[in-house]
């Protein structure tokens, strides 16, 4: 008998006739001790699909189904009070979102431990932090006794994600549904994330994976449901989906894979996605004589996270971005990538240390100063949620970077449906609100936003870490428009060590703080000097395996080079 058993299944938001069907139909089973991973564009039905299964798609939803089954357990006929002694114990779910999903004003341990809690699975509150602690440090945080006493905003994306696993491993349930659990996660902390969940999975938990990373699919899942508008358009095992694609939407899912022998070259079947309505020379394009985009000497900063205590994050930082180039900026989750990138934008004032951007003063700026020229500087931010104001609608959000002054409304409008256009996103979207919307179209909103100022530098912390493969092949491809049209410098944080390849120049590799090694792209990634650098490119594969390597038989992760 499996599992979980999904027949027929159906959901929609709104009344009557105006109600949108975002799942049609769909029908999978999951055994214990099975992986089966659900790929997808974003807004396919995939994190829908997971919410129903937990009966948390919110008010103003339909669920039908002809069978919806936790082992002998009817899902459909599950009363709110029965839901809370199910949630977390029998079923939990991995959520994406991180910084959403925990309370800013909260301890880690009470947002592990609620778990243990609600289900009393501990005996004591000593036993409780106990276990929390065994918890974090299964997820690979560092420190758990400090960590478990600090709050969401102190940790990086990465910690925070490591929490939310944390979370839901606490009540050892029958099933986990993990949607998109690595996404903010860099390469060593991933590949042992998908350890934790492969030995989860073969001690007889059944794990339902959403993903938009095939490689992650091709480590750990057995069969593989690919879903396209709300409907399961292939499935079955995970070497032949993967390795002998049938329907022509998978092929197409598998092309937009960033890969070494693709690098320089458009991903998106489509072509490049550019900007062109108002091309833009920049007077300030590379030269030999021009001064660099921006430049970092020295940075260093330090927080303070209670009891006396303060932790470094950045150390003696120093690199240049020439016009016109990319720089990526790697290395392990809390390693000072995003630090280094609040630093540069001025949101943080450096312990010691100078940022000039084109050639004059920057972080030495007052702010009042530093005002007038931030135009100059776009961001986008890893965490697009976060960034928003959820009663603002996308015309708001993205119109309040363009100029106050010099366009009448008519010509905004044309602006914003412009960048619209350009971030692959249909222009009746100018009327949604962040909570209408999905993860990766959230973030594509936050990329035409920075982009709404025609910025000369950009710096983007993780800004494809949310999107599936084609639409992130999509952006990858704006990207390298935007560089070679406008010679737009951007400074890359990203995790993913594939997109790093395909998009950046250069690469500066971080760990505890500081740059341990950084050159070309060929340099770094195919003769690494630095243990760490070795450690990254061991931990991640660049490209989906072939049939034959898919699934159980061969280890979660294999090496990259």
């Given amino acids: 008998m499996p599992v979980l058993h999904v027949d027929d299944l159906h959901v929609s938001f709104g009344r009557g006739g105006d109600g949108v069907a975002a799942v049609r139909g769909i029908g999978f089973e999951l055994a214990a001790g099975e992986c089966l991973a659900i790929v997808g564009e974003s807004g396919s039905g995939k994190s829908v699909t997971t919410r129903a299964l937990l009966g948390l798609t919110g008010p103003g939803s339909t669920v039908a189904a002809r069978s919806l089954r ?40 009470a947002e592990v431990g609620d778990t243990l809690r609600a289900h009393r699975l501990a005996r004591s509150a000593a036993d409780r932090t106990r276990r929390v602690d065994e918890l974090l440090g299964a997820v690979g945080i560092d420190d758990p006794e400090l960590r478990r006493t600090m709050r969401p905003h102190q940790l990086s994306g990465g910690q925070r994600q490591r929490v939310l696993i944390a979370s839901a491993l606490a009540g050892r349930p029958k099933v986990i549904i993990a949607d998109e659990p690595t996404t903010a996660l860099d390469a060593t902390v991933q590949a ?34 690919v879903m396209h508008e709300g409907r399961i358009v292939e499935q079955g095992p995970a070497a032949r989906v993967l390795g002998a694609p049938e329907h022509p939407y998978t092929r197409r899912l598998l092309a937009a894979v960033p890969t070494p022998e693709k690098r320089g070259r458009p991903l998106s079947g489509d072509g490049r996605a550019a900007v062109r309505s108002e091309p833009v020379v920049r007077a300030d394009a590379r030269t030999e004589s021009a001064p660099p985009a921006l430049s970092v000497t020295g940075l260093c900063k330090s927080f303070r996270v209670g009891r006396g205590r303060s932790v470094a994050a950045v150390t003696e930082v120093g690199f240049e971005l020439p016009v016109g180039t990319t720089l990526g900026l790697v290395g392990e989750s809390g390693s000072g990538k995003s630090t280094t990138a609040a630093l540069v934008l001025g949101l943080l004032r450096p312990d010691a240390g100078t940022v000039t951007l084109g050639g004059q003063p920057w972080s030495a700026l007052p702010e009042r100063v530093r005002r007038a020229r931030r135009p100059e500087v776009g961001v986008v931010w890893q965490d697009p949620a976060s ?4 009663r603002w609608d996308v015309t708001r959000i993205i119109g309040e970077a363009l100029p106050a002054r010099g366009r009448s409304a008519a010509d905004r409008r044309r602006r914003i449906l412009s960048l619209l256009d350009s971030v692959g996103l249909p222009r009746t979207f100018e009327r949604r609100r962040p909570g209408e919307m999905s993860g990766g179209q959230r973030q594509r909103v936050a990329i035409a936003r920075a982009l709404a100022s025609d910025p000369a530098v950009l710096i983007c912390d993780e800004p494809v870490s949310a999107l599936d493969v084609t639409i992130q092949a999509q952006i990858l491809d704006l990207l390298a428009d935007l560089k070679a049209q406008r010679g737009l410098s951007m400074l890359f944080v990203s995790h993913d060590l594939a997109v790093v390849r395909h998009l950046s120049d250069s690469v500066a590799v971080m760990s505890a703080g500081r740059i341990v090694e950084q050159g070309s792209v060929d340099e770094v990634f195919d003769t690494p000097r630095h243990d760490v650098t070795r450690a990254l490119l061991a931990a991640v594969r660049l490209q989906p395996q072939s049939e034959s390597t898919c699934g159980r038989s061969r280890p979660a992760m294999s090496s990259a080079e």
């Fill in 387 to 390: 960034s928003f104001d959820p």
């Fill in 70 to 109: 936790l082992g002998d357990i009817d899902l459909d006929r599950l009363s709110a009070r029965e839901w809370r002694s199910v949630r977390g114990r029998q079923i939990a779910l991995i959520l994406q979102d991180a910084l959403i999903s925990l309370d800013p004003l909260r301890p880690v341990a």
């Fill in 192 to 225: 042992r994330i998908l350890q934790l969940l492969a030995a989860l999975r073969d001690d007889g938990t059944a794990l339902l994976l959403v993903s938009h990373d095939l490689s992650v699919v091709a480590g750990i899942a057995d069969r593989v449901a």
